[in-house]
């Protein structure tokens, strides 16, 4: 199985100022069809998990232009540019090259 | 509008038997792999298994195979997990999702039905 590993574990932010969540794979998410799925979901408390960015950079329909995904191979990143308090909660990146899918451990962020 | 409602949780004791159901409404159900999601409390997510449109291939995570089985109805625009064989590790909040398997990502979820598996 791919193991998908996150950090920081947890990230307090000042409002208005950016964030970056780490995301590093234990084999690489290239699929023989040469996409590679990788994808982050945001969890507000209490919430189902919502899903922000697909194929490493791609924004899901209504997510903001604060949220943006980067990387390639086996290290990835999501961003936001300038955290609003509407974005605490919890982060994971998510594999789909291989099944089984798998979920990184999450990322918490908070506001200080 | 895209909606998931999962049913079916509930309070069972180790070794039994439990049925989820999820309902789909805004979306050509028959259309789409569907997937199981869980998270026990206070963790991350663990997804659990998916199948395809027509329920040709399914596939599961290791720790359920043999007792979890995922299927459909489009029929009805249904998705099922026959739960069996319990275990109190498989407590959790159960999701039902939508695959998009254009691009392999899960983009609606429903809010998840709690399954308590206790003594």
């Known amino acids: 199985d791919i193991v998908m590993t996150q950090t920081p574990l947890s990230s307090p932010v000042t409002l208005g100022q950016p964030a970056s969540i780490s995301c590093r794979s234990s084999q690489s998410l290239v699929h023989s069809d040469g996409n590679t799925y990788l994808s982050w979901l945001q969890q507000r408390p209490g919430q189902p998990p919502r899903l922000l960015i697909y194929k490493i950079s791609n924004r899901f329909s209504g997510v903001p232009d604060r949220f943006s995904g980067s990387g390639a191979g086996t290290d990835f990143t999501l961003k936001i540019s300038r955290v609003e308090a509407e974005d605490v909660g919890v982060y994971y990146c998510?594999?789909?090259?291989?099944?089984?899918?798998?979920f990184g451990q999450g990322t918490k962020v908070e506001i200080k | 509008e895209v909606q998931l409602v999962e049913s079916g949780g509930g309070l069972v004791q180790p070794g039994g038997s439990l049925r989820l159901s999820c309902a789909a409404s805004?979306?050509?159900?028959?259309?789409?792999?569907m997937s199981w999601v869980r998270q026990a409390p206070g963790k991350g997510l663990e997804w659990v298994a998916n199948?395809?449109?027509?329920?040709?291939?399914?596939y599961y995570v290791d720790s359920v195979k043999g007792r979890f089985t995922i299927s459909r109805d489009n029929a009805k625009n249904s998705l099922y997990l026959q739960m069996n064989s319990l275990r109190a590790e498989d407590t959790a909040v159960y999701y039902c999702?939508?695959?998009?398997?254009?691009?392999?990502?899960?983009?609606?979820w429903g809010q998840g039905t709690l399954v308590t598996v206790s003594s």
């Open positions: 199948i395809k449109q027509d329920g040709s291939e399914k």
């Open positions: 999702a939508r695959d998009r398997a254009a691009i392999w990502a899960i983009d609606y």
């Open positions: 805004g979306f050509t159900f028959s259309s789409y792999w």
């Open positions: 998510m594999q789909a090259t291989q099944f089984p899918l798998t």
